[in-house]
């Protein structure tokens, strides 16, 4: 039965998340609807990486299968977006081996997270407003302090189905760009609430709050209690989800 994968690049602000919800609207309920409307059958999408309310993505994938190979014509995907709202689009639909799956095939995923200190209307849907002094060397030593653990169930909210909160966090950076400070992580796998937990409590070590040696205790902790995830979703970016592209039929 043929796969293919949908590459998706959307603006999570009207949005309850990417997976499909009941009673909420989301990225999986849009793309679907068009699929249905431009195709005339029903799709059952799987999504690549589950991000939040309000959060945004620059890439982020699904795959679905069909009983017989898709004949796409020349403006399909010209169609398909324009049946679409304004704030998702789909960026490339390519076939894959049959086996392929979006979700347990990624290798690593990396995630960006977008602070502005001064006052910029253009910036309000996109990055967080954090008008306050911040330490760039203090923000990075907690940066590379987070690399050399691999629990991260501090960073996890709860009432989550996973089965383990161990990550391989392999790059781990603060850098100031443009009008904006960046946080930007990749690992192989990330749980849920972790990006803003780092952030949030990042931010704590930056403002003087807490030492490095007191984040090192709040990861040993396990406790999600001590981590702080009041850093809000529209700051988030999913930024890209890495394949090796020997999935491609």
Excluded at 135 to 143: C, F, G, I, S, T
Excluded at 149 to 164: A, G, I, L, M, P
């Amino acid at each position: 039965m043929p796969r293919y994968f949908i590459e998706v690049s959307y603006k999570g602000t009207n949005y309850s998340g990417f997976q499909i919800q009941i009673n909420a609207n989301s990225i999986q309920a849009e793309v679907e609807k068009a699929l249905k409307i431009f195709f005339k059958k029903e799709f059952d999408l799987t999504g690549s990486s589950r991000t939040d309310a309000g959060v945004h993505a620059l890439q982020n994938f699904f795959h679905f299968d069909v009983d017989e190979q898709l004949n796409f014509e020349k403006d399909f995907q010209y169609n398909l977006n324009a049946l679409l709202p304004r704030d998702i689009v789909i960026k490339k639909i390519f076939l894959v081996k049959d086996d392929a799956h979006c979700r347990f095939d990624a290798i690593s995923r990396e995630y960006k997270y977008f602070i502005y200190q001064n006052k910029d209307p253009f910036l309000q849907d996109t990055a967080f407003y954090y008008p306050y002094k911040l330490d760039v060397e203090k923000l990075n030593a907690a940066a590379q302090q987070i690399i050399r653990y691999e629990d991260f169930t501090s960073f996890s909210k709860r009432n989550t189905q996973v089965k383990n909160f161990l990550c391989k966090i392999e790059k781990s950076e603060w850098y100031v760009k443009e009008n904006t400070m960046v946080y930007n992580v990749i690992a192989n796998r990330f749980l849920r609430g972790m990006v803003k937990g780092l952030v949030g409590t990042m931010l704590r070590v930056g403002t003087n709050k807490i030492s490095i040696n007191e984040l090192s205790e709040i990861i040993e902790s396990k406790n999600c209690n001590k981590a702080d995830f009041t850093p809000p979703s529209h700051g988030l970016f999913l930024n890209c989800v890495n394949y090796n592209f020997n999935l491609l039929a």
